[in-house]
């Protein structure tokens, strides 16, 4: 068996030795290996506030990419790898981003994402209580020190929050309790669960409360 690293076509050939002599027999382009796609994600900031509301969306795609599709939920669109889009009227809004490369497309979507509220009035859709579970990307990221990761709770329920590296080991505890219907943040300063700073690089921040989990990526950089 042999592992084609990289993206191309090659050639095979088989040299056969025996007592007769030797023979050789080569195919020309036999083996073709193609680049993986890339996996979409993104950041934006501020994701609330009152309408007009300016975010900066931010790429955390990764993989080799050649063109950025952005839909931002209210009829706009980008092409940009980090647009600034401003969102006039309030609602909730679903982002998508498509990504794509020379191994194909991929896809990520964010559902009610982007919350905006009438001026002066500071809620959503006339209500500052949560509706629904949610996970919000954390602010800033990359980060360097530390970050915030902001959550809604849509009903009294047990939450567990924890940092885990791209190899699924837990990194860190930040929430363990039982938490009544609001909206909440935590703080992430780098570190493990034994106080110690982590390296820079990829790490997934993962919720659980009651039935719903989610996770989002943080990029760490030092």
Do not use: C
């Not at 934006?44 to 839909?71: H, K, N, R, Y």
């Not at 500052?128 to 329920?157: G, V």
């Not at 921040?205 to 996770?215: N, S």
């Amino acid at each position: 068996m042999h592992v084609y690293y990289k993206s191309g076509n090659y050639s095979v050939k088989l040299i056969v030795t025996g007592p007769g002599g030797t023979d050789t027999l080569e195919k020309i382009n036999y083996i073709t290996a193609f680049e993986p796609p890339p996996v979409a994600d993104f950041s934006a900031e501020p994701v609330q506030g009152e309408a007009p509301l300016s975010v900066q969306f931010t790429d955390l795609s990764t993989g080799q990419i050649t063109s950025w599709a952005w839909d931002f939920g209210d009829g706009g669109k980008s092409t940009d790898q980090n647009p600034v889009y401003v969102f006039n009227n309030a609602g909730e809004y679903t982002v998508t981003l498509i990504v794509t490369g020379p191994g194909g497309s991929t896809g990520e979507v964010k559902e009610s994402y982007i919350k905006t509220s009438d001026p002066g009035t500071g809620v959503v859709n006339s209500s500052a209580i949560p509706n629904k579970f949610y996970l919000y990307q954390n602010f800033p990221n990359p980060f360097n020190s530390s970050t915030e990761i902001k959550y809604d709770i849509a009903e009294p329920s047990m939450v567990r929050i924890n940092i885990y590296s791209m190899m699924g080991e837990k990194i860190a505890d930040l929430v363990d309790s039982y938490i009544q219907r609001g909206s909440y943040s935590v703080v992430w300063n780098g570190k493990n669960v034994s106080g110690a700073n982590v390296p820079s690089g990829i790490y997934f921040v993962l919720i659980e409360a009651g039935k719903f989990t989610d996770k989002k990526k943080i990029l760490l950089v030092k």
